[in-house]
C-alpha cells in the first residue's frame, strides 16, 4: 500500500519568505508527526496530531512555526518569515492509534537563501 | 527529560567484521526503545524495537539490540556486516505518556569498506 508521502520534495526560498510542508499520512493512521532534521544531526520531533485531541506542539522552536492537520488526513506546516536557521530536512511520520511504530515519509529538503 | 546520546558519530567497519553502535537513554518512567536506518539519500525504515519481554530484540538485515536497564542503553549489533549496511542509524525513546513523540540520538554514520 502507498506510503506516507511529503511534497515537495525540494524547496528553496528567499529569507523572508513563507513556506508550506505538506504531508499526506498512510490511510487509517490517525497520529501524524513532524520532525525536522538539519545538516549532520538527529531529528528534533516539532508537532504531533492525534485525533481530535489537542495537538502537542511542544517542540515548535518559535512562533514563527505552525501546523494544521485536517480531520485525520492531510497535515501542512507552515513557516513564516524564513531564516536561514531553518534549512533543514522536514519529516513527517505517522502511526495507528495507541501503537508506537511510525512510519517516515522521505521528507522535504527546505533551503533558505 | 528523556534524552538520547549516540556514544559514536562515525564507526568504520571492514566487510564481514562484526559491529556495534551505542545508544544511551536518560529516562525517570519506562520507555520503548528503537533504531531507526537511514540510506543515503532514503528515508528511515525502522530496524527493530523493544517494548516489553525479552531484552534481546532481534530486528531485519540480521541486526539484534539488548536492552540494559541497569545501564540504561539499548545498543544494536550485527556480527557481520555486508557493504550495504552503509548507512545513518538513529538510536530513539518514546515514553509512554507522552503520546508516542520519538527522541532521536545524533545518529552514527556506519560506514563497511571492502
Known amino acids: 500500500g502507498a506510503g506516507v508521502s511529503q511534497s515537495p520534495s525540494n524547496k528553496v526560498t528567499e529569507k523572508g519568505k513563507d513556506v508550506e510542508l505538506r504531508c499526506d499520512p498512510i490511510s487509517g493512521h490517525t497520529a501524524l508527526y513532524w520532525y525536522r532534521q538539519r545538516l549532520g544531526q538527529g531529528l528534533e520531533f516539532l508537532i504531533y496530531?492525534?485525533?481530535?485531541?489537542?495537538?502537542?506542539k511542544s517542540g515548535l522552536p518559535s512562533d514563527r512555526f505552525s501546523a494544521e492537520r485536517t480531520g485525520e488526513s492531510v497535515s501542512t506546516l507552515t513557516i513564516q518569515r524564513t531564516q536561514q536557521e531553518d534549512s533543514a530536512v522536514y519529516l513527517c511520520?505517522?502511526?495507528?492509534?495507541?501503537?508506537?511504530?511510525?512510519?517516515f515519509g522521505p521528507g522535504t529538503r527546505l533551503t533558505v537563501t | 527529560a528523556q534524552s538520547v546520546t549516540q556514544l559514536d558519530s562515525q564507526v568504520p567497519v571492514f566487510e564481514e567484521a562484526p559491529v556495534e553502535l551505542r545508544c544511551n537513554y536518560s529516562s525517570s518512567v519506562s520507555v520503548y526503545l528503537f533504531w531507526y536506518v537511514q540510506y543515503p539519500n532514503q528515508g528511515l525504515q525502522l530496524l527493530l524495537k523493544?517494548?516489553?519481554?525479552?531484552?534481546l530484540v532481534k530486528g531485519i538485515n540480521g541486526f539484534e539490540a539488548e536492552f540494559n536497564k541497569s545501564q540504561t542503553s539499548f545498543h544494536l549489533r550485527k556480527p557481520s556486516v555486508h557493504i550495504s549496511d552503509t548507512a545513518e542509524y538513529f538510536c530513539?525513546?518514546?515514553?509512554?505518556?507522552?503520546?508516542?513523540?520519538?527522541?532521536f540520538g545524533q545518529g552514527t554514520e556506519l560506514s563497511v569498506k571492502p
Open positions: 511520520a505517522s502511526s495507528l492509534e495507541r501503537t508506537v511504530e511510525q512510519y
Open positions: 530513539a525513546v518514546s515514553e509512554g505518556n507522552q503520546g508516542g513523540k520519538l527522541i
Open positions: 523493544y517494548l516489553s519481554g525479552s531484552t
Open positions: 496530531f492525534q485525533g481530535n485531541s489537542a495537538p502537542d
